[in-house]
């Protein structure tokens, strides 16, 4: 089991943080990043609209052959999305606290500028705190 990769989403569909953590994911340029978090929220925004039962907040999981995403939305329309292994079971408790992370390191702090990229040492200590390597 293994995670791979730490993404946050701004409610605009921007990528505002992403970092790997393990071996296993393409290596991929700024700008691809960029393009699959645009596309992940817009299909996200499309899943939400699915649902045959009414009211839905969207994907929470997308599974391929190799990896899974997990997706926390947040109340204010940020996105956390963890690449893990399919085995992974702790996703949605890591996300929650990758949230609480965000919420004490980045939003409280006065310098950081909401829907902007994250540049906080601070938070970058907590998820590696948190994630390490990747391995569980």
Not at 40 to 64: F, K, M, Q, Y
Not at 67 to 93: H, Q, R, W
């Amino acid at each position: 089991m293994a995670i791979f990769g730490l993404w946050v989403i701004n409610k605009a569909g921007g990528l505002v943080y992403q970092r790997d953590f393990a071996e296993g994911l393409a290596q991929l340029s700024s700008n691809e990043y960029l393009v699959l978090a645009g596309t992940l929220h817009g299909i996200h925004a499309i899943t939400s609209r699915l649902s045959p039962i009414g009211a839905s907040s969207g994907a929470h999981v997308i599974e391929g052959e190799t990896f899974k995403m997990t997706i926390l939305l947040t109340a204010t329309g940020t996105k956390f999305v963890l690449l893990t292994s399919i085995a992974e079971t702790s996703a949605g408790a890591v996300l929650q606290r990758v949230y609480e992370a965000y919420a004490d390191a980045v939003m409280k702090n006065p310098f950081h500028t909401p829907e902007m990229p994250i540049r906080s040492e601070g938070f970058d200590a907590r998820i590696v705190a948190l994630i390490g390597t990747g391995h569980t």
